[in-house]
Structure formats: C-alpha cells, structure tokens
C-alpha cells in the first residue's frame, strides 16, 4: 500500500512538473508589449526653414580696354548709382584715338565724293564717244574701293568711340562699391577685374523648402525673417522665386523672397530664419514618437494584429511635434502601435499586449480566446 501511494505522488509531481514547464515555455513565448492607437488629430504647423540673405544683382566689373587707371570717383564702401562713374581708364588717350579715327572718317569721305564725281564725268564722256569702256570700269571700280574705304574708316571710328566710352567705367546698376581690385596707376587690360558691385536695395531671402512643404509656397506670398544682429525685429518679404523642379540631390525646392532694405540693416551672406505662416491640416495620423524606430531601411513600427502578433510597417514620417511623430504612410488612425518593449520584436511575434494603464488586451478571434489552456 505504502508503495503504490509512493508511486502516485511521484507521478503527480512528475505531471505537475511537466506542466509547469510546459507554460513557461508558453509564457516566454508571448513577449509584453505596450500599445497605443494612432490617432488623427488636427494640427496648425508653423512652417520655419533657415535661409541666406544673396544680393539681387551682385557683379565684378572688367575692363573693356587696356591702359593705365587715371582716376578712381568712387572707393570701397561707397553707393553708386545706377550708371555713376567709378574709376577712369586713360579717357585722354582713347579721345586722341577717336579724334584719329574721326579725322581718318573725314579723309575716307572726301576720297568718297571725289570718285562719285570722276565716275560722273567719265560716264558723261564716255556717252560722248570720248572715254572708252576701260576708263569707266576703272572709275567705278576706284569709286567701290573708295566706298568700302568709308565704310571702314566709320567702323574704326565707332570702334574708338566705344573705347573712349568704356574708358569710364560706370556702374551698371544702383548698388555699394564691395571690392576694389586694382590701384590708381596700375596698368590694366581687357577682362581683368576691377571691382565688385552689390546690389542691397531689394535685397533677396533664399531658402530651401522640403517635398512635403514644396505645394505650400506661392508667388507673391507674404514671409517674416529674423536675423541674429536684429533679434527683436521682424523683417517681411514677398516670394519672387519658385524653382521649377525639385533638387534630385536634396530633394528640396529652391524658394527666394524679395525683402525691402531701403534703411540698409540687411547685408548679403546674413543667416536668416524664414517663417512662411501657420498651415493647419486635419485628420493627420499620428503616434508617439517612442514608437517609431530607425532601421537600415528606414522609419519602422509594429501593429498589433489579430491573434495577439505584431507585424512590422515600413512608414513615412513627417511633422514632429510635442513628442509625437506624424506617419504620412504605412498605417491610419485607429491602428494599435506598440509603444513598448518592441526594440526585438520580429515580424508575425506573438505579444502580450497592455494599455499604458497596464491593462491586458486580447485581439484573438472569439474561438480561440474562449479555448481552454
């Protein structure tokens, strides 16, 4: 009797055991997870990118003619204005050539009229019987090669009153004195630099704006810029500039803005802070930005699905905003995300599942809730 009572509890541990074990196992099959439902919420985004302040005409002026600077009217740092002198290339020496090339003209047209004449007479004498076909070739050809010589003397003298105009380098338009590159003195030739011109008055705001924010930008739109010498200040602007397509590289879309600098505050090359107002869009999905996590092939969430199994999203993202991260594809309101516990989750992973209030959640068809354990 002892024996076989012995032989009972050994077998009921035996069992006991075997079953304990048997939901260990179970139970580490199920990892806990905690989850959340995406939500649409209606949101009012502040569109702010950084930009730079770029001169609207900006230019280094060259020389047209060679010869040596005689005069300089304006020096770094000074205004001109549109078509004002600047700097002088020997203008005395260019008027001595013009009046060569006038008077080189004059002569050609002289020599002109003159074989206009002789071909009259030898024409007259030659209905007269008098001059032969010869001499009248011959003064038609002196009076063609006396033509092209005019012709020629009034390009050389165009030629040299260009040059005494370019021998007073103007401004080509309104602007500040930037850079002077050459000296009173110096020797200069044609195409070298002789100094920079900036234009600050408008003066313009480039920026970049992503895909995603690239149809929220018009022409003749209203923008508000800050820059870090006038923190307190805001500056207004009106968009001038859409690039026709987006970079390939960037993937961004070029924007400029035309800003009024008539105080001259504002200098080219400043970093400015655009703000392009407040767009406000409805029904936007969104889930706790714990949820999401980086992978070598991007943004990456887990859903929950039936049966208690996670399945992994690739997704989209978008806006950010108090700890929240926009999903712009991948999953729509009302789907459970799992917030935590999913840094080694895997595809298809049975969970357990909890609220953030700790209570325990069954997505499992009623079949298989309702089945015995």
Request: charged letters at 30%; hydrophobic letters at 45%; a negative charge.
């Amino acid at each position: 009797m002892t024996r076989r009572m012995t032989c009972t509890a050994l077998a009921f541990i035996w069992l006991f055991g075997c079953a304990g074990e048997e939901a260990e196992v179970e139970a580490a099959k199920f990892t806990p997870v905690t989850i959340e439902p995406a939500l649409a919420v209606d949101i009012d985004e502040r569109i702010e990118v950084p930009g730079q302040l770029v001169a609207k005409d900006r230019a280094e002026i060259a020389a047209e003619v060679a010869g040596q600077i005689t005069g300089i009217t304006l020096d770094e740092g000074s205004a001109a204005g549109e078509n004002d002198e600047v700097l002088t290339i020997d203008p005395a020496r260019r008027a001595l050539e013009r009046d060569r090339a006038l008077a080189g003209a004059d002569q050609a047209r002289a020599q002109m009229r003159e074989q206009e004449r002789e071909l009259a007479r030898v024409k007259k004498l030659r209905g007269q019987k008098v001059a032969s076909q010869t001499q009248l070739d011959e003064a038609e050809t002196e009076q063609t090669l006396a033509r092209s010589r005019l012709r020629a003397a009034e390009a050389e003298l165009g030629v040299a009153e260009r040059a005494l105009g370019d021998a007073t380098v103007r401004a080509p338009f309104a602007g500040m004195i930037g850079r002077r590159f050459v000296s009173r003195g110096e020797y200069v030739i044609p195409g070298q630099k002789l100094f920079e011109l900036v234009s600050l008055n408008p003066i313009e705001v480039e920026f970049r704006l992503t895909e995603a924010d690239s149809s929220r930008v018009a022409l003749a739109q209203t923008v508000a810029l800050r820059v870090a010498p006038y923190p307190d200040v805001i500056f207004e602007g009106r968009v001038t500039v859409i690039a026709p397509v987006i970079d390939e590289q960037s993937r961004t879309l070029r924007v400029k803005a035309q800003v009024d600098n008539s105080d001259g505050r504002l200098r080219p090359g400043l970093f400015a802070r655009v703000d392009l107002g407040v767009a406000k869009r409805s029904g936007v999905t969104m889930v706790p930005q714990a949820a999401v996590l980086q992978r070598a092939d991007g943004a990456v969430v887990f859903r929950a699905i039936d049966d208690n199994r996670v399945e992994r999203v690739l997704v989209e993202t978008g806006l950010f905003q108090a700890g929240m991260v926009e999903i712009a594809s991948g999953i729509a309101s009302g789907d459970r995300i799992v917030v935590r516990g999913h840094f080694r989750l895997t595809d298809g992973q049975p969970v357990s599942l909890r609220t953030p209030a700790g209570e325990a959640v069954d997505l499992r068809t009623p079949d298989v809730a309702g089945s015995p354990n």
